[in-house]
Antibody, heavy 120, light 107 residues
Framework: EVQLLESGGGLVQPGGSLKLSCAAS????????MAWVRQAPGKGLQWVSA????????YYADSVQGRFAISRDNSENTFYLQMNNLRAEDTALYYC?????????????WGQGALVTVSS | EIVLSQSPATLSLSPGERATLSCRAS??????LAWYQQKPGQAPRLLIH???NRATGVPARFSGSGSGTDFTLTISSLEPEDFAVYYC?????????FGGGTKVEIK
């Protein structure tokens, strides 16, 4: 059974940093691209960032480009989202998601989410 | 950026009725469209990928159709557990984008 477990969420002041982790199990982690998708309170889904299986190729939404960095450690079956210079509008529930196939770019498994609140 | 517009915003139906949800793309996404279901307090669940392919374990009452810019998710006969919010998502171009969602509520 695929399991994705996020950690690292919390309350941070504007301009601060936070690092989310997503621990994966139940599938061949090093064969799948992975992604982060967020959902602001009461709002819809927004894709944030994605990373290929090998980790060399990454993608970012314009709203986080230059502030967020996605990475992965295939030896630990874990991937990360380093978030810097956080803004109030980054407040959301951050889901980690597994990509269908190697790089189909749809998400067939999701974690339960890590809440990030940016407020002074 | 490819913008996905979902309609209607809210669909009020009774159990047993047929639900038809629409997703329209600002540019062609070929058949690279997926549908997700999200219930309150839960993560989204993949229903359909590549316009018409049901994901593993998804009941046959869910079906998807369309290509290019116009897509439809049909639920043939609503079950009580189907009342939820549904999102479409395109994977043709970066950034990946989602539609704003359609809420299917009990009438």
């Amino acid at each position: 059974e695929v399991q994705l477990l996020e950690s690292g969420g919390g309350l941070v002041q504007p301009g601060g940093s936070l690092k989310l982790s997503c621990a994966a199990s139940g599938f061949s982690f090093d064969m799948h691209a992975m992604a982060w998708v967020r959902q602001a309170p009461g709002k819809g889904l927004q894709w944030v960032s994605a990373i290929h299986a090998g980790g060399a190729i990454t993608y970012y939404a314009d709203s986080v480009q230059g502030r967020f960095a996605i990475s992965r450690d295939n030896s630990e079956n874990t991937f990360y989202l380093q978030m810097n210079n956080l803004r109030a509008e980054d407040t959301a529930l951050y889901y980690c998601a597994k990509v269908l196939g190697t790089s189909n770019w749809v998400f067939d498994s999701w974690g339960q989410g890590a809440l990030v609140t940016v407020s002074s | 950026e490819i913008v996905l517009s979902q309609s209607p915003a809210t669909l009020s139906l009774s159990p047993g009725e047929r639900a038809t949800l629409s997703c329209r793309a600002s540019h062609s996404v070929r058949s690279h469209l997926a549908w997700y279901q999200q219930k309150p307090g839960q993560a989204p669940r993949l229903l359909i990928h590549d316009a018409s392919n049901r994901a593993t374990g998804v009941p046959a009452r869910f079906s998807g159709s369309g290509s290019g810019t116009d897509f439809t998710l049909t639920i043939s006969s609503l079950e009580p557990e189907d009342f939820a919010v549904y999102y479409c998502q395109q994977r043709t171009d970066w950034p990946l984008t989602f539609g704003g969602g359609t809420k299917v509520e009990i009438k």
